[in-house]
T-cell receptor, first 111, second 115 residues
Framework: GESVGLHLPTLSVQEGDNSIINCAYSNSASDYFIWYKQESGKGPQFIIDIRSNMDKRQGQRVTVLLNKTVKHLSLQIAATQPGDSAVYFCAENTGGFKTIFGAGTRLFVKA | KAGVTQTPRYLIKTRGQQVTLSCSPISGHRSVSWYQQTPGQGLQFLFEYFSETQRNKGNFPGRFSGRQFSNSRSEMNVSTLELGDSALYLC??????????????FGPGTRLTVL
């Protein structure tokens, strides 16, 4: 099966700090990008998305940045809380209704 | 509105057996996608169904199959189970109103263990 990477990096932040999770995507033709959060024992939960005609989109406490030149996506979480501890996945879609997920980043929030 | 539901939540099978997993999408959602999640390979796309038709397929062997019913509910089947099929199988649904992909909402998954 297809996947993006096998290594699961870890990010540890202090409660109240801002978190930045990075993702390199694979296909320059991808036109839709999504960030998901997955807590233990649960399915991935949608956080925020962005289409390729934008380079920034903001939600509640979260911001997604898209740099198509270097095929890079980032998720910024403001004032990180203990409840933000989870694995975060970026995902890309090339318009063919086939979503490719990144390997994920584990976020630990220290109280 | 109820979320995506998957049944059963847990399943234990032995090698060589077959298994059928079920997914009920969010009401009004027409697209259902299936994914396999393992610690070693991450989240991998299996297939996507829309209006009872498979629109896209990932790189999995033919032992993995699926179908979608007229009410958008979907099932996936794995035949001749192998130890490596042990995984969390996730279903996701989306509205699919246009030609572009839109937000997918995931169910809690079915944890399959093959002994």
């Amino acid at each position: 099966g297809e996947s993006v990477g096998l290594h699961l990096p870890t990010l540890s932040v202090q409660e109240g700090d801002n978190s930045i999770i990075n993702c390199a995507y694979s296909n320059s033709a991808s036109d839709y990008f999504i960030w998901y959060k997955q807590e233990s024992g649960k399915g991935p939960q949608f956080i925020i998305d962005i289409r390729s005609n934008m380079d920034k989109r903001q939600g509640q406490r979260v911001t997604v940045l898209l740099n198509k030149t270097v095929k890079h996506l980032s998720l910024q979480i403001a004032a990180t809380q203990p409840g933000d501890s989870a694995v975060y996945f970026c995902a890309e879609n090339t318009g063919g209704f086939k979503t490719i997920f990144g390997a994920g980043t584990r976020l630990f929030v220290k109280a | 509105k109820a979320g995506v539901t998957q049944t059963p939540r847990y399943l234990i099978k032995t090698r060589g057996q077959q298994v059928t997993l079920s997914c009920s999408p969010i009401s009004g959602h027409r697209s259902v996608s299936w994914y396999q999640q393992t610690p070693g390979q991450g989240l991998q796309f299996l297939f996507e169904y829309f209006s009872e038709t498979q629109r896209n397929k990932g790189n999995f062997p033919g032992r993995f199959s699926g179908r979608q019913f007229s009410n958008s509910r979907s099932e996936m089947n794995v035949s001749t189970l192998e130890l490596g099929d042990s995984a969390l199988y996730l279903c996701a649904s989306s509205l699919a109103q246009g030609i572009s992909a839109d937000t997918q909402y995931f169910g809690p998954g079915t944890r399959l263990t093959v002994l």
